[in-house]
């Protein structure tokens, strides 16, 4: 596609700014739906060219949980109490294998009730979930270090740097690689 390779090359230089925010912008409300890594890399790029501060890379996370429905809570999700406790035991416990089976004693389900419960309060499942919360951290330690990739998969529970790269890829839309230039070029 050619707009991708404009964005991937950065042809868009620092001169005459304003039209090209103007092209980003579009480029990337008309690709949110039929294109989110396009999308994303146009938003990157828009927040490079308006100098946007390092601390803004925080918002180049993934989002901590998908929005589940409003009245879920309501109907046949996890209590509130539940919803912290398997977080935080989630959050503590990234870098070693987590079994559903242990989430769900933890908050004193059945496994069967637990995920279904899991997937009402969170919107997605809870291996969904923690997959989400390891790039999430494997996204943080990329900005805050300068660790290898590999060491960074470990760090993040995952069995190695191509783990890290197939479901870095299908979360994020990019590889890690080619993620972490662009936010420490931004910074």
Known sequence: MYHEALIETGAFGSTGALPQLAVLVDRAIRSLEE???LARRCLERL???VGAAPAAAEAALLPERI???AMAAAKGGLAGWQIHR??????????QPLATEMLAEIVQLST???C???KVSMGEPPHAYIMRQRIR???????????????IACACG???QAHLTRLFRRLVGTTPLLWRRAWQQAA
């Open 137 to 151: 951290r494997a996204q943080t330690l990329m900005l805050e270090s300068r660790d290898s990739l590999s060491h």
């Open 112 to 114: 069967g009730h637990f």
């Open 86 to 95: 398997v977080t935080a035991y989630i959050d503590a416990r990234l870098e």
């Open 47 to 49: 927040s490079r060219l």
């Open 67 to 69: 929005a589940a429905p």
């Open 35 to 37: 294109d989110p890594p």
């Open 116 to 118: 279904r419960a899991f």
């Open 158 to 160: 995952l069995s190695d």
